[in-house]
């Protein structure tokens, strides 16, 4: 096999690749054998069928089935002799396949480029600090009094106001007709949460139990009832019940009934333990995104387009998703959502392609010791059995992600000891 390679980019090459006669004829012989076990040809015992009674009825099928077969087996050989690594499915342009000539194509793939100067120590980054104040605090015990809080009718009958749960049945009309499957009975919600649109909101504060209420409303083009989408609805509301939420006093015995703390005081201690935690987390998430940045503008190295659409793939199912979760039925991503997508997974293809060429350089690697310690880090991030996720990790391509994870951030650690970082 005699293979010519020739770059058409940074990431694009092209083999001319010859295979000679005499693997040619060998692997016709082998196909021309297998087709006569198989072949029924009337006049003919199984086997027994001659060569030219067989090309004459499968020498098209034979000629494909043999170009192909020489494509595999020596396209992978090809690039392991020239230390290729393609990132992309081969463009293969075949030649004629004749038995008793030598037998050529061309094949066509995208490569990881060849990075010869690497710029990734002395990134300079900022580490943002916030500090845990009493507010913060506050916030969080209050965030857990109304986990535990009641809901009571009012000690004297009074209009419904910002904060009270309401009960509610409701029907939708448009254009003085109902909308089937609109409406709703017993209907709960918390007036002044944002989970009404504002119009049935105001509509229904300051409203008595037994009162009725109307609303008109310009519904969006991607609501999810069929009915309403981009229509102006009129909704009719009847207020059937009040409650106030009634909330615990932040005091000793409310930490008590937690049941992990003794004092206010340690329950105040634990949520700022947890506060900060958070800080420091958001505060290295923030950083290592910033040298992440930094890393790819010092080296703007061409990256292959297919390795880009297929992260774009991945953000675009991505955002697709968040649509739906959001009631939301998009048919496409809008152009100007798209472009920032490519710019996005250009950048994050370039920074993989840098992080990975570190690793190389740095001879990191990620044996099964690395691999116990991500594992018990992911147990305790998601609350899975360490055990299960074990059995869990066994799956190949699992596994290669968790490894990728790793030793991404091994890299990151590595960038950011030699980092320039400064406190904001």
Do not use: C
């Amino acid at each position: 096999m005699q293979v010519n390679v020739q770059k058409l980019s940074p990431v694009l090459v092209e083999f001319d690749v010859v295979v000679d006669a005499v693997r040619v004829k060998s692997e016709f012989d082998k196909a021309f054998a297998a087709v006569a076990r198989s072949a029924r040809v009337r006049g003919f015992r199984p086997g027994k069928a001659p060569r030219k009674v067989l090309a004459q009825m499968f020498g098209s099928r034979i000629a494909a089935d043999v170009a192909q077969r020489l494509v595999d087996e020596t396209f992978p050989k090809a690039t392991d002799e020239q230390q290729l690594q393609p990132v992309s499915a081969p463009d293969i342009e075949p030649q004629k396949v004749v038995e008793t000539e030598p037998f050529t194509y061309k094949a066509r793939f995208e490569i990881v480029p060849e990075i010869s100067e690497l710029k990734w120590t002395g990134l300079e980054a900022k580490r943002e600090t916030a500090a845990v104040t009493d507010e913060m605090i506050t916030a969080e015990l209050d965030k857990l009094r109304r986990a535990n809080s009641t809901l009571e009718a009012p000690a004297e009958a009074r209009p419904a106001k910002t904060g009270d749960v309401v009960t509610i049945d409701f029907t939708v009309e448009v254009d003085g007709s109902e909308v089937a499957d609109a409406g709703a009975k017993d209907f709960q919600v918390e007036l002044g949460a944002g989970q009404l649109i504002a119009a049935i909101d105001e509509a229904l504060v300051g409203k008595a139990p037994g009162a009725h209420a109307h609303a008109s409303v310009d519904m969006p083009p991607s609501h999810p009832h069929a009915g309403l989408r981009g229509k102006q609805a009129t909704f009719h509301l009847s207020l059937t019940d009040v409650k106030e939420r009634i909330l615990p006093a932040a005091d000793d015995e409310f930490a008590k009934d937690l049941g992990e703390y003794e004092t206010l005081a340690d329950l105040k201690k634990d949520l700022k333990d947890g506060l900060e935690k958070q800080a420091k987390e958001a505060s290295d998430n923030a950083l290592a995104e910033q040298l992440v940045n930094e890393l790819v503008k010092a080296n703007p190295i061409p990256v292959p387009p297919s390795l880009v659409r297929r992260q774009m793939q991945i953000t675009e199912q991505e955002v697709l998703g968040m649509a739906r979760r959001q009631g939301q039925s998009p048919s496409r991503i809008p152009d100007e959502v798209r472009a920032r997508i490519q710019a996005d997974s250009e950048s994050k293809v370039r920074a993989g392609l840098l992080m990975a060429e570190i690793a190389k350089r740095e001879a990191i690697k990620i044996g099964d010791p690395e691999l116990e310690e991500g594992m018990k880090e992911l147990a305790e991030q998601t609350g899975k059995n360490l055990a299960k996720l074990r059995v869990e990790y066994r799956d190949a391509k699992k596994r290669e992600m968790l490894i990728g994870m790793i030793l991404e951030n091994k890299v990151l650690d590595l960038i950011e000891a030699k980092a320039a970082i400064s406190n904001a």
